[in-house]
Nanobody, 115 residues
Framework: QVQLVESGGGLVQAGGSLMLSCVVS????????MGWYRQAPGKQRESVAS???????TYADSVKGRFTISRDNAKNTVYLQMNSLKPEDTAVYYC?????????WGQGTQVTVSS
C-alpha cells in the first residue's frame, strides 16, 4: 500500500510563492512517475507537472516558467515550487504517484491566490 500526504497549501497574494510537498510512504519501491494535479471549483482535474525517475519533467503550458517540480528520493518527497502565483492558480492541488498498473492519490491541499 502506498500513501501520499500533501502539505504546504494556503492563502497567498497574487505574485507570491508557495512550495507544496508530497511525502510518499508505504511500498514506495518502483514509484516511477510522480505528478501534481489541480482541480478548481466547477472544473475538471488537470495535470500541472510531472517528474519521472530519470528526473525528466513536464509542465502544463499555464505554469511553465513559474512552477518547478522536483523530487528527493532519499526523503520520498516530491515538491512543487510555485512562483508568480495568479488568482487562476486557485485550486485544490493533488499529488499523484504511478507504478504500473496503479495510480495513487493524496488527499489534496488547498491553494488560494487573492488578487
Amino acid at each position: 500500500q502506498v500513501q501520499l500526504v500533501e502539505s504546504g497549501g494556503g492563502l497567498v497574494q497574487a505574485g507570491g510563492s508557495l512550495m507544496l510537498s508530497c511525502v510518499v510512504s508505504g511500498s514506495t519501491f518502483s514509484i516511477n512517475r510522480m505528478g501534481w494535479y489541480r482541480q478548481a471549483p466547477g472544473k475538471q482535474r488537470e495535470s500541472v507537472a510531472s517528474i519521472n525517475s530519470g528526473l525528466t519533467t513536464t509542465y502544463a503550458d499555464s505554469v511553465k516558467g513559474r512552477f518547478t517540480i522536483s523530487r528527493d528520493n532519499a526523503k520520498n518527497t516530491v515538491y512543487l515550487q510555485m512562483n508568480s502565483l495568479k488568482p487562476e492558480d486557485t485550486a485544490v492541488y493533488y499529488c499523484q504517484g504511478y507504478r504500473y498498473p496503479y495510480t495513487y492519490w493524496g488527499q489534496g491541499t488547498q491553494v488560494t491566490v487573492s488578487s
